[in-house]
């Protein structure tokens, strides 16, 4: 099945700055990669996806590259702000499947002001 | 944006009773929904995966005697807790497939059973 690992665990950065967080997924046939942002107790909302026929998706503060080659996709947040923080997931799937997301262990994100 | 609503927010109960979680897409019809347990600090780990008139299929590890799972119509889900124990405590969220790959979380029901 499909195994999807996440760097780092943890990363704190000075508002303003960038941030990256990076997932690495096993399954080649994978092709629908979408990132979540969790707030202590609350549920994980969807932030941006990408799919596997682009490279590179972006939304305001936010971007996600893909290689699929290297079958590894990360997000970018610019001019990170102190509500930025939370916990941020990564997950993988093939879409049309019956496969579910398959999630990486998440990277607790603390901007500082 | 879709809708996932889950209840209740948060339940305690004492051990050996049994509790009901319900999951409702209210905007949307859900063929599929998840329900996940998410430890502190954690990641969410998928229980079982629940489709509407089917059984549900369950994750290896998981008791499908202990979580029993009903998925009766396209917009409710239920997931109990029978003879719940203190290591049941955890925090329990379902989410709901609207199209063939992305999916909407509710908003997670904390259960602490004393």
């Not at chain 1, 939370?86 to 997950?91: D, T």
């Not at chain 2, 489709?51 to 979580?67: H, I, L, M, W």
Request: charged letters at 20%.
């Amino acid at each position: 099945g499909e195994n999807v690992e996440q760097h780092p665990s943890t990363l704190s950065v000075q508002e303003g700055d960038s941030a990256v967080i990076k997932c690495t997924y096993s399954d080649s046939a994978s092709n629908y990669f979408p990132w979540y942002k969790q707030e202590l107790g609350k549920r994980p909302q969807l932030i941006i996806d990408i799919r596997s026929n682009v490279g590179e998706k972006k939304d305001q503060r936010i971007a996600v590259t893909l290689n699929k080659t290297a079958k590894h996709f990360s997000l970018h947040i610019t001019e990170t702000q102190p509500e930025d923080s939370a916990v941020y997931f990564c997950a993988a799937t093939l879409s049309g499947s019956a496969r579910q997301l398959t999630f990486g262990s998440g990277t607790q994100l603390t901007v500082l002001p | 944006g879709a809708v996932v609503s889950q209840h209740p927010s948060r339940v305690i109960c004492k051990s050996g009773t049994s509790v009901k979680i319900e999951c409702r897409s209210l905007d949307f019809q859900a063929t599929t929904m998840f329900w996940y347990r998410q430890f502190p600090k954690q990641s969410l780990m998928l229980m079982a995966t629940s489709n509407e008139g089917s059984k549900a299929t369950y994750e290896q590890g998981v008791e499908k005697d202990k979580f029993l799972i009903n998925h009766a119509s396209l917009t409710l889900s239920t997931l109990t807790v029978t003879s719940a124990h203190p290591e049941d405590s955890s925090f329990y969220i379902c989410s709901a497939r609207q199209t063939q790959e992305t999916q909407y979380f509710g908003p997670g029901t904390r259960l602490l059973v004393l």
